[in-house]
């Protein structure tokens, strides 16, 4: 979904720097340069949970009590000793 909107935005600009007769800005897209790069991995603190959130499967969205994430991994991890959103630790 953000991937579309991104790459749709761009293609706009595209459309609209042809018709345009203004020099350029400092900062401009080149028309065929775009990449996508799909992080698989979410910040400490942060993991990927489709059950909770299927609205969403692929959303880094913070851990909830009683788990963590350490590292850049994608799954909090259960620890039931962590009560806060967030934890990094167990």
Known sequence: ???DLIERFFK????IRKKSTEPLPEIY?????????WV???YPGYGIN?????DCPECCVICS????NPSN????????????YGATTC
């Open 73 to 84: 991994g994608i799954h909090c991890l259960q620890c039931d000793t962590s009560l806060i």
């Open 50 to 54: 489709a059950v909770r959130h299927p």
């Open 29 to 37: 897209y080149i028309e065929g340069t775009l990449q996508m790069v």
């Open 12 to 15: 706009r600009e595209v459309e």
């Open 65 to 68: 009590p009683r788990s963590y």
């Open 40 to 42: 698989d991995r979410c």
């Open 1 to 3: 979904m953000a991937k």
